[in-house]
T-cell receptor, first 115, second 112 residues
Framework: NAGVTQTPKFQVLKTGQSMTLQCAQD?????MYWYRQDPGMGLRLIYY???????DKGEVPNGYNVSRLNKREFSLRLESAAPSQTSVYFC??????????????FGSGTQLSVL | DQQVKQNSPSLSVQEGRISILNCDYT??????FLWYKKYPAEGPTFLIS?????DKNEDGRFTVFLNKSAKHLSLHIVPSQPGDSAVYFC???????????FGAGTRLTVKP
């Protein structure tokens, strides 16, 4: 049971380059999320998708785009990378039935450096 | 706007002793709280949760206490083990989990 799988694990970009972080879950969860973790800041929500076909902005969406390709996959795209986007990125999923509090399941993260 | 705060970036305890990790929150509308544990090079994993209708929830060596009047929760680990060394995050979900807020984390080191 793989859970939440993220690729790649590490990436180095130059300022202005673009890339897509991939995420897939095999738990048949409705909701998926992208977080970034920065020192002293905890995890901050970038975008989320409450169900297939929907996406919404989180706390720090600027500079990112997302695609909920199907129920399993949720990708995060950086169109023009900036040094401020150097961070560790985590994808997560949850059952998140309406009106309930469901815990998140996280992938192992992508360490991204933008030079 | 940090609605969930963990003011201690690190904590070191001796094996066998109690570890107490603290978390404060500002939004009185939060009604459910979670603790996650994170090892290096791994994603966070769920540890324990508590609903605002309770003031204590226990799971083995882990107990979470909630003081609603003080907007404060704490995680107690008794006895602490070296394998508990990790970063611990407290979190509170917004409506339908869509804006779960995390604290900055506390790095716990348990010394043998």
């Amino acid at each position: 049971n793989a859970g939440v799988t993220q690729t790649p694990k590490f990436q180095v970009l130059k300022t202005g380059q673009s890339m897509t972080l991939q995420c897939a879950q095999d738990m048949n969860h409705n909701s998926m999320y992208w977080y970034r973790q920065d020192p002293g800041m905890g995890l901050r929500l970038i975008y989320y998708s409450a169900s297939e076909g929907t996406t919404d902005k989180g706390e720090v969406p600027n500079g990112y785009n997302v695609s909920r390709l199907n129920k399993r996959e949720f990708s995060l795209r950086l169109e023009s990378a900036a040094p401020s986007q150097t961070s560790v990125y985590f994808c997560a999923s949850s059952e998140a039935r309406w009106g309930t509090n469901e815990k998140l399941f996280f992938g192992s993260g992508t360490q991204l450096s933008v030079l | 706007d940090q609605q969930v705060k963990q003011n201690s970036p690190s904590l070191s305890v001796q094996e066998g002793r109690i570890s107490i990790l603290n978390c404060d929150y500002t939004n009185s509308m939060f009604d459910y709280f979670l603790w996650y544990k994170k090892y290096p090079a791994e994603g966070p994993t769920f540890l324990i949760s508590i609903s605002s209708i309770k003031d204590k929830n226990e799971d083995g060596r882990f107990t979470v206490f909630l003081n609603k009047s003080a907007k404060h929760l704490s995680l107690h680990i008794v006895p602490s083990q070296p394998g508990d060394s990790a970063v611990y995050f407290c979190a509170a979900p917004g409506y339908n989990n869509n804006d779960m807020r995390f604290g900055a984390g506390t790095r716990l080191t348990v010394k043998p």
